[in-house]
C-alpha cells in the first residue's frame, strides 16, 4: 500500500517522510484546491525529504479549462518541476464539454518525462468518468487521482471501485478526498486499491509574540492569521498503522 500525502510546504515533505509515508504531493493554496508551488519551495522539498516528490502544475484555482497563456504557464512549470528534481507531476485540462482535453494532456506528458505523470481530481468533473478512463490510459498516464466524482472518497468508492477493474492494472486509480484515519481503511476495503492520497494536517499555533488582532491578511471567511495546519506527522503514523497492520 502507498501512502501520498498532500502538502503545501518543506516542513510538511519532512513530516509526511517521518510518519512513514512512501510520496508527497507539492501544493500551493490548499484552500483552493491547490495550485503550482513556488520553484524555491519544490527545491527546498527535494533537498529536505527523502522520499517520492510529485509537484503539482495548477495555474489558478476554479475550473480545469485553460486559456494558451495559462497552457504556456503549465508547460514552464512541468519542465522547472523536472529541473528541481521531482518524481512527477499532478496534472489535468479538460475541454468545454467535459471531456478529457487529450491534446494537451499529451504535450503536458511529452514535457515532463521521465518524470511520472498523475491526472488529479479535474478527472472528477467530466462527462463520462469511464471514457475519460479510457482516454487517459491511451495517452499512457501513469496515476488517476479522484473521489469518485463525490466529495469524498467514501462517497465515491463505488465508483472508485468500477474504475479500478475497468483500469485492470493499465493504470493506477487512487482515491482522494475526505480521508482520514479513521476510514482509511474502510475506503480501501471497499475499493480494493493500492495507492492512497491524503492530507495529514492539525492546527498549529503561530510563534508571533506581537499580535493584531484587529487585522485580517485573507478575504471572505477571514482564517485565523496566527493559526495554520501543518502537516502532523503522528497523523501520518495513524495512517499507515491503519493501512499496514
Known amino acids: 500500500m502507498k501512502i501520498e500525502i498532500c502538502i503545501d510546504s ?9 510518519g512513514g509515508a512512501d510520496r508527497v504531493e507539492l501544493c500551493g493554496n490548499l484552500f483552493e484546491g491547490c495550485t503550482t508551488p513556488s520553484a524555491g519551495a519544490i527545491k ?11 509537484v503539482i502544475v495548477r495555474p489558478r484555482g476554479g475550473d480545469f479549462l485553460y486559456s494558451p497563456a495559462e497552457f504556456g504557464v503549465m508547460r514552464e512549470d512541468v519542465r522547472l518541476a523536472g529541473e528541481f528534481g521531482a518524481d512527477g507531476v499532478v496534472i489535468g485540462c479538460l475541454l468545454p464539454d467535459g471531456r478529457i482535453d487529450t491534446e494537451r494532456t499529451a504535450r503536458l506528458i511529452a514535457d515532463a ?14 462527462a463520462d468518468p469511464h471514457a475519460a478512463l479510457e482516454d487517459l490510459v491511451q495517452l499512457g498516464v501513469d496515476r488517476l487521482l479522484t473521489s469518485g466524482q463525490e466529495p469524498t472518497a467514501w462517497e465515491g468508492a463505488e465508483l472508485i ?8 492494472g493499465r493504470i493506477i486509480v ?3 478526498g475526505g480521508i482520514t484515519p479513521r476510514n482509511v481503511r474502510r475506503i480501501v476495503d471497499a475499493t480494493g486499491v493500492d495507492e492512497i492520497h491524503m492530507n495529514a494536517r492539525s492546527p498549529a499555533d503561530s510563534r508571533m ?3 493584531n488582532p484587529r487585522l485580517y491578511m485573507g ?9 495554520r495546519k501543518t502537516t502532523d506527522p503522528n497523523v501520518v503514523r495513524d495512517i499507515v498503522r491503519a493501512v499496514r497492520p
Open 10 to 18: 518543506v516542513e510538511g515533505a519532512v513530516a509526511a517522510a517521518e
Open 44 to 54: 527546498h522539498a527535494r533537498a529536505a525529504a527523502g522520499i517520492g516528490l510529485m
Open 113 to 126: 518525462r521521465p518524470m511520472s505523470v498523475t491526472f488529479h481530481r479535474a478527472f472528477d468533473l467530466v
Open 161 to 168: 471501485a468500477a474504475l479500478g477493474k475497468q483500469a485492470a
Open 174 to 176: 487512487m482515491p482522494g
Open 209 to 211: 509574540t506581537f499580535r
Open 219 to 227: 478575504r471572505a471567511l477571514h482564517p485565523p492569521e496566527y493559526q
